[in-house]
């Protein structure tokens, strides 16, 4: 490794002092696409999703990718064609896993907002199953139902109330959050449905945050929610589905999470084996597959801050200017002679706010215009995110597996930014 950089992504190396991702010299991919891109490992994506189902293989599950971490339909795909399902939280998600092949009988779909018109779609497509949060959602929930005349699968998201060590605005199952039923008001709850007539009510659901790199929050409320079941079978209801989200954290920097494996072997120890379980991993899949390449516009000193001035911006990868997020970020050209010229950078975008970076203090060789950096582990949460704030094109996404690659997304021409506008 080159002194004072390192890499967290699995599938970047370097060869030669060029950084390749998978087996693809990246500048010559940036040299086909231009910058800023995004540019995805296959191969990572198929790992990701196959550690999860080897922790899962002893069960009866379902694996639903929760796909707002990216919804590109190449990548559903791959999900697709590795068994997966996925979890939605819009119909907007629905018509994009549809129309990527995604089963409906593999969909789920969770979200305190579900309009009628996305009620209406998601039945009339016959998805798995619906995950409540709210009285008023079921109640109307029953009587679209009722309309087409169908028993609609739900479960009930609970929220636990437990603490996760996450950042407060990803963090879901806490007390407070507006996700989900109160732990405490669970059991009236599933009273209530049980009187729905078209409302098929097996399920329990949680998701208590995201990019949880801790196993004891997932084991506090997998035991709370399982608690439940005993409960509710003395009132005649009897539980099938297990949905036990997403959530589970990458390494960015220096974060040690669990495995899916050894998380789920402490999980199921207290899941009884005669419960389908269903898991919605997002970030854990797609989040190491991606990295986001961005080119050197110009550098500038202020006092004694030096900033590097790239293409990308917070409109491409928000995550930082959101939450403080850390991206590693690396040069995809290094020299023998490095650790000389070393020096720290705040990497900083086009956009006309204070909040546009990409990461701050960063130790890095001193680069030409026109050089290349990598922003890695940037699958999750990037792409997925990005808007065309200040008049910004969203950029290309590129597919990489071994010594292949190809474009999933074109980037966006200006003549797209006002196609919808009427004047
Ligand atoms: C966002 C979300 C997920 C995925 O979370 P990750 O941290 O990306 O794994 C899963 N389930 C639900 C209901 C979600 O809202």
Do not use: W
């Not at 030669?16 to 995004?38: A, C, G, R």
């Not at 990718?65 to 590109?72: P, R």
């Not at 339909?73 to 999900?79: A, D, F, N, P, S």
């Not at 009930?156 to 605005?169: E, K, Y």
């Amino acid at each position: 490794m080159k002194k004072g950089i390192f890499l967290v992504t699995e599938k970047l190396h370097y060869k030669d002092n060029k950084l390749f991702f998978e087996n693809i010299d990246l500048k010559t991919l940036v040299k086909t696409y231009k910058t800023p891109v995004y540019v995805y490992s296959k191969n990572q994506i198929i790992e990701n999703y196959k550690n999860y189902d080897s922790a899962l293989k002893d069960r009866a599950y379902l694996i639903c990718y929760a796909m707002k971490a990216n919804s590109n339909r190449e990548i559903l795909k791959i999900i697709n064609g590795l068994g997966g399902g996925v979890d939605i939280t819009s119909g907007g998600e629905l018509y994009r896993a549809l129309n990527a092949g995604i089963k409906p009988e593999k969909i789920v779909y969770a979200g305190v907002g579900k309009s009628e018109q996305e009620i209406i779609y998601a039945i009339k497509n016959k998805i798995l199953i619906f995950n409540i949060e709210s009285k008023e959602e079921a109640i109307l929930i029953n009587k679209v139902a009722g309309r087409y005349n169908k028993k609609v699968l739900v479960a009930v998201r609970v929220n636990p109330h437990v603490q996760t060590n996450t950042h407060s605005h990803i963090s879901t199952g806490e007390e407070g959050t507006k996700f989900g039923i109160p732990i405490n008001e669970v059991i009236d709850f599933f009273k209530f449905l049980s009187i729905q007539k078209y409302l098929d009510a097996k399920g329990l659901h949680f998701h208590i945050g995201s990019q949880i790199t801790q196993i004891n929050p997932f084991l506090a409320a997998t035991k709370k929610v399982v608690s439940l079941i005993p409960k509710l079978r003395q009132i005649g209801i009897k539980i099938k589905y297990l949905d036990i989200g997403g959530g589970l954290g990458i390494k960015y920097k220096t974060e040690e999470p669990p495995t899916p494996v050894k998380l789920m072997k402490n999980l199921l120890k207290f899941v009884s084996k005669d419960l389908i379980i269903i898991c919605e991993p997002g970030r854990y899949i797609i989040g190491n597959s991606g990295i986001l390449v961005t080119k050197v516009l110009y550098h500038k000193t202020v006092g004694n801050k030096n900033f590097l001035i790239v293409d990308a911006s917070m409109t491409d990868l928000i995550r930082p200017a959101f939450y403080g997020a850390y991206h590693n970020i690396v040069p995809i050209q290094v020299t023998d002679c490095f650790g000389e010229n070393m020096d720290y950078y705040d990497i900083v975008g086009p956009v006309c706010e204070t909040s546009d970076f990409l990461g701050k203090k960063r130790l890095l060789p001193n680069l030409e215009n026109g050089d290349y950096l990598v922003v890695e582990c940037a699958g999750a949460y990037g792409f997925s995110m990005s808007s065309n704030y200040n008049s910004r094109p969203k950029s290309a996404e590129i597919m990489v597996s071994e010594n292949k690659f190809y474009k999933i997304r074109d980037r966006e021409k200006y003549s797209d930014l006002v196609r919808k506008e009427i004047c």
